[in-house]
């Protein structure tokens, strides 16, 4: 661990000229669980940020922490030198889902960690938990949602469960108590419905916040804003070029120490217009915003046509409305948002001239993917 602080230290040190004239109003500790690494290392590389950048009068900044990495102490540490945000990985509050996950906390400790963020003085707490775990029932899920709102956190993350290969939980990918393609489409819409009537407006897909407290920082992300990122397989994405670092944390120390080349090379892209449209459409439908004519045009000329008459099938459909300008998936079209997107995709590049074989409301739940 300090070894790699010393080379995030030197890395943001270095990196600095670069943003010059930039002025950071969101920062992020992410990728895992920076709270094992040590609340004085982040408070050393947030003090760093702040020599080095110009930050704004009221930036938004967070830390991510699993229940039973969080300290008291360190809670009260990091509020006083400047965190102002934490996202707590809850999950569940069903201990016998949490065992199965293998998480090292129990539903009272991720309560308890909650409380002790609030007590740190935190006022922006957020909170993430997942649908579709092994075993997981309609009411399990009901219960994990009404525990979570009574700890009274201002934000809320709704994580479908997705079985990636090559980890713990694919062995069980066929289990017969996974929740099938319906169950999970009725949990999401439990979800957007109860967070709904409990004061969190869904603003992206899986996203729910107080008013006031949407995470500023990962809308940089859906609106196509740039950000710098740092540390190992941090992404980063300034003017037109989309990269990231070297995955490995020792090869990450070596080449900052080494002055060698950082970037993974294969994760480096540079947008042209059209991509970066595309990538508008795809961002921008994960949002409540939606996405608008005015947006694509001043991004890339023409094909919005193509798209609108796609947008206005949805829309006949159920999976689409049209507010003001803009054009946003429902809760319904967010299940099957990754379709949707990519028939879209496919409108702006004149492959397809009309949505297909038209939708029937039996397909729905078949669908989701």
Partial sequence: MDAYQRALLKHLREFAPRLEGYEVDTIYFGGGTPTHYGAKRLSRLLSA???????????????????????????????????????????????????????????????????????????????????????????????????????????????????????????????????????????????????????????????FARKGFESRHNLKYWLLEEYAGFGASAASFLGNSRYSYLRSPDAYIAAVEGGTNVVNDEDSETLNAYSKAAEYIMLGLRTTRGITRQGYEQIYRGGFDTLEKTLVTYEKLGFARKRGDAYLLTPKGFLLSNRLIGELLDAQAERKSQVGTPWREDDYYALIS
């Fill in 49 to 207: 940020i702040d020599r080095d950048y110009k930050i704004s009068k009221t930036p938004e900044i967070t830390f991510e922490a699993n229940p039973e990495s969080i300290r008291r102490d360190e809670l009260k540490l990091l509020r006083r030198d400047g965190f102002n945000r934490i996202s707590i990985g809850v999950q569940t509050l069903n201990n016998a889902q949490l065992s199965n996950l293998g998480r090292l906390h129990n539903a009272e400790l991720a309560l308890d960690a909650v409380l002790d963020a609030k007590l740190a003085g935190f006022e922006n707490v957020s909170v993430d938990i997942i649908y579709g775990l092994p075993g997981q029932t309609r009411e399990d899920w009901a219960q994990t949602l009404s525990g979570v709102l009574r700890s009274a956190p201002q934000h809320i993350s709704a994580y479908g469960l997705k079985i990636e290969r090559n980890t713990p939980l694919w062995r069980v990918r066929r289990a017969p108590d996974i929740p099938d393609d319906d169950m999970q489409a009725d949990m999401y819409l439990y979800a957007v419905d109860t967070l709904g009537g409990a004061g969190f407006a869904q603003y992206e897909i899986s996203n």
